[in-house]
């Protein structure tokens, strides 16, 4: 029977390197990024029929859309680095295009024409439904037995997906604050979540989509300007961010997220740490493995190991010493949250 099995986390935690490592096992099927593409959009109520799902996942991501247009893509957007058909300024890039379906082949337009066809007729049922379909689908089409779904910035959706998904295994794949928090400060994504994250602070809005003409028009130019179709990239490359507010991002979506996962219970939820991951990689890809219900080939312990980067930790320790003192300060609730909820 296939297994499905969702990896969160605060992103900048290996994550993307996971998928990678995932997407050549031979019996996983990897969906690198499907949350985030479709977002909360995604899992609406009720009863879809086939062609109303397929627009939740053809129709562009209007966030990913402005910052492609405005020169601040994520290096996670692989469509744009091998373009087909598709792009921004003309067609839009399709949600499940710009990450999803690369990362499982070479001819990504093919592929979605090739499922456009076959979802497009499938009956009515819920968007839980059709997702089984979909995973059904793309197992038998690549012969894999097993569904493991990857995204960043995904610690905040696990009620959603424990909801959807009620036999889903959760696997909380995170880094040590300090270290994740310099690297958010340096993602293009990270930058811009933590600005509009400034915005929804200073309106009380709940989501950016929410927002009323007068609560843009109340915005300081350098934050309202980020809700134009086209904004200058320097507001969020260029912007002076303070790294212990990164640190506080990490602590609070940490310390959210793991209430979240006490919910799930304890056979359907593992822990994998990214700095543990670097230590012994064969040991915890075994234990992955396991966890979502593959062999763990030797041939792919082996390729994984390989992938793995042990110098990519640490850039936290070289900072000053006052600077390093105070993002430690900043992520110390998450990582207590980490301690006491550490499965």
């Not at 090739?114 to 012969?143: I, M, N």
């Not at 894999?144 to 696990?158: F, H, N």
Request: hydrophobic share 40%; net charge negative; aromatic share 8%.
């Amino acid at each position: 029977m296939r297994t499905l099995t969702f990896v969160v986390g605060t992103g900048r935690s290996g994550s993307t390197a996971l998928s990678h490592i995932v997407n050549a096992h031979p019996d996983v099927l990897s969906l690198n990024e499907l949350l985030s593409s479709v977002q909360s959009r995604g899992f609406p109520q009720g009863i879809l029929g086939g062609g109303e799902f397929w627009r939740l996942l053809a129709d562009p991501n209007q966030l990913f859309e402005r910052m492609i247009r405005s020169g601040v893509p994520m290096p996670e957007f692989v469509y744009t680095r091998r373009p087909g058909r598709f792009a921004t300024e003309t067609t839009g890039i399709p949600a499940l295009s710009l990450m999803v379906l690369p990362h499982l082949t070479d001819d990504p337009d093919g592929l979605f024409d090739e499922l456009e066809k076959q979802v497009c007729r499938w009956p009515d049922r819920t968007a839980a439904g059709h997702y089984e379909a979909l995973f059904d689908l793309l197992c038998t089409r690549s012969g894999r037995t097993a569904v493991v779904e990857r995204s960043g910035y995904s610690l905040e959706r696990v009620p959603l997906l424990r909801g959807t998904f009620p036999q889903a295994r959760f696997v909380h794949l995170f880094r040590g604050g300090p270290d994740c928090a310099v690297s958010m400060s340096r993602h293009t994504g990270f930058r811009l979540i933590f600005l509009l994250r400034e915005i929804l602070a200073r309106t009380g809005a709940q989501r950016v989509e929410d927002l009323t003409e007068d609560q843009i028009r109340s915005l300081p130019p350098e934050l309202s300007e980020l809700l134009a179709e086209r904004f200058d990239s320097a507001l969020v490359l260029d912007s002076d961010l303070p790294l212990t507010g990164f640190g506080a991002l990490w602590s609070e979506l940490i310390t959210r997220g793991v209430d979240h996962l006490s919910e799930v219970p304890a056979p359907m939820r593992t822990t994998l740490a990214y700095e543990d991951l670097l230590d012994e990689p064969r040991k915890e890809l075994t234990r992955l493995a396991d966890f979502i219900g593959v062999e763990p080939l030797p041939q792919w312990l082996d390729a994984g190991s390989a992938r793995l980067d042990a110098g990519r930790r640490g850039a936290s320790r070289r900072l000053p010493t006052d600077e390093f003192t105070a993002l430690r300060e900043c992520c110390a609730p998450g990582a207590r949250a980490l301690e006491d909820g550490r499965m």
